[in-house]
């Protein structure tokens, strides 16, 4: 045999054996090379991280829709101050939902009539009142509809 034959015996060889490896022969040189499957790798890849995205995104609402539902505790007074003729009261909702500022209503106290006195700073989580001798009742809850009622009642007259 010679080395001519010998050869194209293996060149014949690699024909068929490298295609079932994954690899083709570049056609100028018969140098053997792996496929490009980059074309069917990215959507497959794509697909899958989309998928895995969906599935991270649905595992975060639960979470927060479990966090937020499981909130059976209404709103709280953090601390009050007194400045003047004006208090302020600084609410908090420590245990997931936030405070409902929409809900919040400052009425008087004995008539029930919305007290005019009366803003509030959300960014601070804080309601400000007037102090005009009255008693003021200041009504707010959660987002899970979990109310706090405070009664604000003037100083009794020192003697």
Not at 43 to 63: N, T
Not at 70 to 84: I, N, V
Not at 91 to 118: C, F, M
Request: glycine fraction near 6%; proline fraction near 6%; hydrophobic fraction near 35%.
């Amino acid at each position: 045999m010679n080395d001519r034959s010998h050869g194209h015996a293996d060149e014949e060889l690699l024909r068929e054996i490298m295609p079932r490896l994954g690899m083709e022969a570049s056609a100028p040189t018969g140098q053997y090379r792996r496929r490009a499957r980059v074309k069917y790798l990215l959507p497959r890849v794509a697909a899958v991280c989309a998928a895995a995205l969906f599935v991270v995104a649905a595992a975060l609402q639960l979470v927060r829709a479990k966090s937020i539902s499981a909130d059976m505790d209404p709103p709280r007074l953090d601390r009050d101050e007194r400045q003047g003729e004006y208090c302020y009261l600084y609410l908090t909702d420590g245990d997931g939902s936030g405070i409902d500022w929409d809900s919040l209503a400052v009425t008087d106290a004995d008539s029930g009539e919305p007290y005019p006195d009366a803003s509030h700073d959300s960014a601070n989580g804080c309601v400000r009142v007037k102090l005009t001798g009255a008693s003021v009742r200041v009504t707010v809850q959660d987002h899970n509809a979990n109310p706090l009622s405070l009664r604000l009642d003037p100083a009794p007259d020192a003697d």
